[in-house]
């Protein structure tokens, strides 16, 4: 029964057009004691995560904390980040509540040799269909390149829906991509659906690790996600799976992956959790967060110990 499931999937795989697997990280931002962009310990991220295989960094995403950083801050740091454009595919983080600054940071990045810009939609009130339509709309026609929606509906308090970004794209050649960060995998899949026909190339990536797998075989492009700030080389190896369809390796893989989503169960927000992940793997100095993230207790310290001593990396 399990090599009719295999070939099942590799039917349908060969029926959608499997699209190369990627890994792209939401890079986590280092920052000193006073709350300043630490240079030198984000180029040291960039190189680490690059060396391991990723295939793309995505600057000032959630994880990077962008929405508690200063334009100034944003744009220092979008000129540390696009020094690695020659070496691998930059995304940088542009969405905010002031459009007109979303419009500078995005063609500013562009300007520096970004591959893309990510944008997630406005918050704090909830927006009609019809209004993100016309929000993305005009963002798009003032920005000198590449834009990917950034949907997360947990954040947002709503969806940004595949009709919108079908027609979107209809209007806007430079609308490329979108980041799915949700929990039902049949959104991703509607929107994947709803797009390939008419738009072999755009891009579709998850927001959540664990449906890295699902997305490729659906017909996406793999995954933006946090934990591979920690453990790129479990992604890397995923993606390589995927991508030459070794159904064994995928079905090991996907298992750890579930089993590593535990390290956001252990705080929320999860991003200083990450962080002291990443201090315990030597790959940070310390896990400073700004304000008002919380700062780690001993027990979670404990907590992370214990996730990594079981983790097969």
């Given at each position: ?46 190189e680490y995560l690059i060396g391991k295989g ?10 990077g904390e962008f929405f508690s950083m200063t ?238 001593k079981k983790m097969p990396f």
């Amino acid at each position: 029964p399990r090599n009719h499931f295999v070939a099942a999937i590799q039917k349908k795989g060969q029926v959608i057009g499997m699209k190369k697997a990627e890994i792209l990280t939401p890079v986590v931002t280092a920052f000193d004691a006073k709350g300043n962009i630490d240079v030198t310990a984000n180029q040291k991220i960039y190189e680490y995560l690059i060396g391991k295989g990723i295939d793309g960094l995505v600057v000032m995403g959630s994880t990077g904390e962008f929405f508690s950083m200063t334009k100034e801050q944003k744009k220092q740091l979008i000129d540390v980040a696009c020094q690695y454009a020659d070496e691998t595919k930059v995304l940088i983080g542009t969405g905010g509540m002031v459009a007109d600054e979303t419009v500078e940071l995005s063609n500013y990045a562009l300007a520096k040799g970004a591959h893309a810009v990510m944008i997630v939609s406005p918050y704090y009130f909830k927006f009609s269909q019809e209004t993100l339509e016309t929000y993305y709309g005009n963002l798009a026609s003032q920005i000198n390149g590449n834009i990917y929606i950034y949907n997360f509906p947990a954040r947002t308090g709503y969806d940004v829906s595949p009709e919108v970004t079908l027609r979107l794209a209809r209007k806007h050649a430079n609308i490329v991509g979108y980041k799915d960060t949700v929990t039902e995998m049949g959104h991703t899949r509607k929107l994947i659906d709803l797009l390939r026909p008419e738009f072999p190339d755009f891009v579709v990536l998850s927001g959540f690790e664990e449906f890295m797998a699902h997305n490729v075989i659906s017909g996406g492009n793999g995954c933006i996600g946090g934990l591979s700030n920690v453990c790129p080389e479990l992604f890397h190896g995923l993606a390589q799976a995927l991508n030459e369809k070794k159904f064994d390796e995928i079905i090991k893989y996907q298992k750890i992956v579930d089993q590593a989503m535990e390290l956001y169960e252990i705080g929320d927000p999860f991003i200083p959790i990450l962080k002291e992940a990443m201090v315990q793997k030597g790959i940070l100095t310390n896990n400073w967060c700004t304000v008002p993230m919380p700062k780690v207790t001993a027990d979670q310290c404990e907590k992370v110990r214990v996730w990594l001593k079981k983790m097969p990396f």
